[in-house]
């Protein structure tokens, strides 16, 4: 369990899953209308490390990651039963502020969404609105460190204010997504299939990157791809039908699953 070999002392990551949960989810259940979407989902994620959603489309893996950051709130007709603690606290109670609650987490979607202005005005945005920078050295400082942890720094740094976001290529406006992601200092990422719609080289560097980021960011993953599940997940869970049947450490997962109907998604998947 220990990285004792070369250091002698536990690894980081060892240490930050002896800590606490960030986010704890128990009895989860999400009804649209009629429509059962979630049915007594519960776990648990780590400070410091990935956990993938898999499982067969319509399964409720975006439902239940848009109940982590309340995503919900706005919508006609949704009921949600169930606790979502967050460092230990309610995320429903009444002391939390929905948008301050917002503000913890990064949102990345499948598709590259940057805003139509420029590259520095994209990261500005959500730390200006949020009132996280002091000044305008500040908050140069502060989005000069948020494409640079993006990954993106050096190929915009030429252009940040007479290009616009929308005209990078499409692996290059996920990088500034995620760059604007971390524009909040968020304490987890949301990611949607976040390279779904990207070429493999990008997609390489979207998953180097998301390696990086877990150190100080939790990274919560919906993916299509095993492969990239395996690759770069530290647990696994499964879908199926609105529960979520399994949760295990990656290699488990795909090695030994305990579901039949985790076994038979996987082996379709991987063969
Ligand atoms: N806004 C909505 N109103 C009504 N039903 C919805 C809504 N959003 C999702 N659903 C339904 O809830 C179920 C779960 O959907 P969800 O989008 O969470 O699935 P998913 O696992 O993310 O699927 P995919 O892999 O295709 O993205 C589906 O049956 C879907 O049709
Ligand atoms: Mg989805």
Redesign the pocket.
Known sequence: MFDTQTTGLPSIHALRRNSPPIVTVRNLSLH??E?Q?LDDVSFDLYPGEILAFI?P???????ALKCLNRMHDD?QDVLIEGTILMNGDNIHGPDIDPPLHRRRFGWVAQKPNPFPTSIFENVAYPARLHGLTRNRKALKIHVEQCLRRAGLWDEVVEHLTVKSGTELSGGQQQRLCVARALSTSPEVLLMDEPTGSIDPIATQRIEDLLLELKRDQAIVI?T?SMAQARRIADRVAY?HLGKLLELQPTEAMFTAPRTTEARAFIAGKMG
């Open positions: 649209y209308g429509k979407a499982g489309s319509g399964c409720g893996k975006s439902t919508a919906i299509h879908f």
